[in-house]
C-alpha cells in the first residue's frame, strides 16, 4: 500500500507539509527526552514555490524554561539523512545521530565519552509502534507512548502553524490533560 500523490503535498489533503509530516515526530520526542512540555513557540516556515511548508524552522520556550530550536526540512538528500539533538547545559553537550544509531557527551573539560552504537534494528525498529500498541491494550502499564507524548506534538504543531502566518510568538494554553 502506497500513499496517494498529494498524500503529503496537497493542502487539502496535509494540511501542511513539514510541519505535519516530520516535525511533529520532533515535537513528540522532546517530551520523551525532557520530561519538559512547550510554553512558547516561534516559527518560520518556506514553502520554496509549493503548496505546503517545506522547510520549517522553530523556537520553543520549555515548561522548565529551556530552549530549543528545531530545524527541519523535506528537501533532503536521497543518499544521507541526517537526524542529530543536540543537549546542552553547564556540565557539557549531549550528541545523539540518531539516524546513524551514536551518542557521544562532550564535557566542558575533559575527553569526550563516546557510547556504544546501536545495531541497525536497534536504530529503526520497523515494528515496534505496533507492538507497543498490543502491548499498551493487553497491559496499559507497559505503554511506552503515552498520549502526553502526542499531546506535546500537537501543541508544537498548532502554535508553530499560527506563528508563522502571524509572525508572531504564541504562548501555548494551559494543559486540559495534565503533564507528562
Not at 522548565?64 to 546542552?88: F, H, K, P, Q
Amino acid at each position: 500500500m502506497q500513499p496517494r500523490n498529494g498524500t503529503y503535498s496537497d493542502p487539502d489533503i496535509a494540511g501542511g507539509g513539514q510541519i505535519y509530516a516530520q516535525v511533529c515526530h520532533v515535537a513528540a520526542y522532546l517530551g520523551f527526552i525532557t520530561g519538559a512540555t512547550p510554553s512558547e513557540v516561534f516559527a518560520r516556515f518556506h514553502n520554496d514555490g509549493e503548496a505546503v511548508d517545506i522547510y520549517d524552522v522553530i523556537n520553543l520556550k520549555m515548561s522548565d524554561s529551556s530552549v530549543v530550536s528545531i530545524a527541519s526540512t523535506g528537501a533532503t538528500s536521497t543518499i544521507r539523512r541526517d537526524y542529530e539533538i543536540r543537549l546542552y547545559d553547564t556540565d557539557g553537550m549531549l550528541f545523539l545521530d540518531l539516524w546513524a544509531g551514536h551518542m557521544e557527551f562532550v564535557p566542558m573539560s575533559g575527553e569526550p565519552v563516546r557510547y556504544a552504537g546501536l545495531s541497525p534494528n536497534e536504530i529503526y525498529p520497523e515494528k515496534a509502534p505496533a507492538w507497543n500498541l498490543i502491548d499498551s491494550i493487553l497491559d496499559p502499564t507497559r505503554n511506552l507512548a503515552p498520549a502526553t507524548l502526542g499531546q506535546n506534538a500537537m501543541e508544537v504543531v498548532e502554535c508553530a502553524c499560527r506563528s508563522a502566518k502571524t509572525g508572531s510568538n504564541v504562548c501555548v494554553p494551559s494543559r486540559r490533560f495534565g503533564a507528562i
